[in-house]
């Protein structure tokens, strides 16, 4: 159980994010909520999940495209013996088309956010002698696919990172590792299909299956659950050796 531990969940208020915060909850963990915007969905979300398994449950805005406020988010949020950075946006677009500011936004987002949040973590790590640091990286990680250089390039960056996390904490009961997932059917995903569907003139089962899970051997996506399991697994005393590595949860795709 992790009774007692607290988690911070950077951009849970949708897909992944939200179903890991979700799972660590049903596990016991006492959990932080974060995105960018402040609506009262986003602090219900908080409330439901406290209700749901009796656990605390807080939504705290940040802008994890901002260095202060990633910093800002640990502070607030007092504790952090669990750290999963999962903060992330996609653009799709060839490096000479594409725009320099959606560049440094995902660079910012989807990388650096994580130096900052773990930089403010791992002095409240080393005060309760414990920790995990997660870092939701992607299979695009560990392999590159054309169009999404900026998405790449920050996502190599994040493995890179958690290598040195867990070499700085190798000596303390802390551990740091990403867990590299294949595709998820999340909002981001699910977003992408009626416009496949257009430009292939293809029905849905068709996109899904030769355009989105062209490379996921397994021809099926991962879920939501299953990375809060994977999450879990790494909080757990079974992996307490594991430490700057990858999990791959991607249904054979970089077996390719
Ligand atoms: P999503 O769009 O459902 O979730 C992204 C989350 O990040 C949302 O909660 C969003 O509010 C938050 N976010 C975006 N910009 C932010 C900002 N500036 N500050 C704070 N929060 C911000 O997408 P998802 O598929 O759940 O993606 C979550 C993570 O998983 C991302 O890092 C993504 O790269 C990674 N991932 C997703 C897939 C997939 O197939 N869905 C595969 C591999 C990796």
């Not at 949708?14 to 979700?22: D, E, H, P, R």
């Not at 190798?170 to 059917?185: Q, S």
Request: charged share 20%; hydrophobic share 40%.
């Amino acid at each position: 159980s992790l009774k007692g531990k607290t988690a911070v969940i950077t951009g849970s208020n949708s897909g992944i994010g939200l179903g890991v915060a979700t799972e660590l909850a049903k596990a016991g963990a006492d959990v932080v909520l974060n995105s960018f915007t402040d609506r009262d969905e986003d602090h219900k979300l908080a409330e439901d999940l406290s209700k749901e398994h009796g656990v605390t449950a807080r939504y705290i805005k940040a802008d994890m495209s901002k260095g202060d406020d990633c910093r800002t988010l640990i502070e607030q949020a007092g504790r952090c013996d669990i750290l999963i950075n999962n903060a992330g946006i996609q653009h799709v677009a060839a490096i000479d088309e594409f725009p320099p500011e959606k560049w440094d936004a995902i660079i910012a987002i989807n990388m650096s956010s994580a130096f900052h949040t773990t930089a403010a973590a791992l002095p409240l790590m080393r005060e309760a002698g414990w920790g995990r640091v997660v870092n939701i990286a992607s299979a695009h990680g560990l392999t590159a696919s054309p169009f999404k250089s900026a998405y790449v390039a920050a996502k190599h960056g994040v493995v890179g990172l958690t290598k040195v996390t867990a070499l700085e904490t190798a000596e303390e009961p802390i551990t740091a590792n990403a867990i590299c997932p294949g595709y998820v059917l999340t909002p981001l995903v699910e977003a992408q299909i009626p416009d496949t569907m257009k430009e292939y003139d293809m029905d849905r089962e068709t996109v899904i299956r030769d355009v989105l899970l062209a490379r996921q051997p397994s021809k099926e996506f991962a879920t939501v659950e299953q990375l809060g399991g994977t999450a879990i697994f790494l909080c757990s005393d079974a992996a307490a050796q594991i430490t700057g590595t990858t999990i791959s949860v991607d249904g054979g795709w970089t077996a390719l």
